[in-house]
């Protein structure tokens, strides 16, 4: 398919999970129009289980990676596939942010009482970063992040209460970098005639 077809299936087609941020704030108005893209999810009976904790303090970042990254080097251990021993180098290292510096962690959060949750904040999250390419701002999905709710002390510092839970981590800034577009397997198709 050709990426000039349609804006919205270009947007797709081009969207990038970037780890690499310019040292530049994020406008409030900007953010506010990331986080409106993301209640135009669809939800399961219009529940709408999300809320969204937006972290823009350096320190707190940083204390939340700290907290992180022993977590997710010990859940790597002895794994020999390419992906986890570089990563695991990464969290070793004890210069390396699990956030890449980015100027805006936004954690979508969704309600335990609602077996639809992950689905639902999940749709929320693409809608964010898809929104955020269109604008010219990077994102990338921090998933090894949502191991911080095991600390209940972050938790309360993040203002994420018990029947709330972490579902989607997303970091967003204006790339300095652009990841180049990785190969794309073709799907396996079931066709039921």
Not at 31 to 59: C, H, M, S
Request: aromatic content about 8%; hydrophobic content about 40%.
């Amino acid at each position: 398919m050709k990426t000039n077809e349609n804006p919205v299936i270009k947007n797709i087609q081009m969207r990038r999970s970037v780890r690499d941020y310019i040292d530049t704030p994020l406008p409030e108005e900007t953010t506010r129009k990331i986080i409106d893209a993301g209640r135009y999810a669809p939800t399961g009976l219009n529940l709408q289980p999300w809320r969204f904790v937006v972290v823009q303090n350096k320190e707190m970042m940083k204390k939340l990676s700290n907290y992180a990254q022993p977590i997710l080097a010990k859940n790597l251990e002895g794994r020999n596939d390419a992906g986890a021993v570089n990563f695991l180098k990464r969290l070793q290292d004890k210069n390396f942010n699990l956030f890449y510096n980015a100027p805006v962690l936004i954690l979508v959060i969704g309600s335990k009482n609602n077996a639809l949750t992950d689905y639902d904040c999940s749709m929320c999250a693409e809608n964010m970063m898809l929104a955020a390419h269109s604008l010219g701002i990077g994102s990338c999905w921090i998933g090894g992040a949502a191991v911080i709710q095991q600390s209940e002390n972050l938790m309360a510092e993040l203002k994420i209460t018990m029947n709330y839970k972490i579902v989607s981590p997303l970091i967003f800034g204006y790339p300095k970098t652009m990841p180049p577009t990785p190969e794309k397997r073709e799907p396996i198709i079931f066709w039921i005639l």
